[in-house]
């Protein structure tokens, strides 16, 4: 008897590989996105947890706030993406530094 383990894939029909393959897709998403919102959470925390200790420290948490916001779906509203990027712009402007993505 041979030790290597069988690879039932090769067995299956197409259509049963295919569904195989999309539950592990699936599976595989939707640990990812657990893990995200684990890590939002504790960055949040973070951002939360005390007052900012100068304007860049401020402007960075309020970057990720309107980045927060901008993927809500008010966001798709052009005058609210334009306003979301203007006040990126001005923190860049106002601090000297160079635009953010």
Request: no cysteine.
């Amino acid at each position: 008897m041979a030790n290597h383990p069988t690879n039932l894939d090769t067995h299956r029909g197409m259509a049963a590989q295919k569904a195989t393959d999309l539950r592990r897709l699936r599976a595989e998403v939707e640990a990812d996105q657990e893990t995200l919102r684990a890590r939002q959470a504790a960055l949040e925390d973070l951002l939360a947890a005390a007052p900012a200790t100068d304007w860049h420290e401020a402007v960075e948490k309020a970057r990720y706030l309107l980045g927060v916001l901008a993927q809500n779906s008010d966001a798709a509203d052009l005058r609210r993406r334009k306003l979301i990027d203007r006040v990126l712009a001005d923190f860049d402007h106002l601090l000297g530094s160079p635009t953010h993505d």
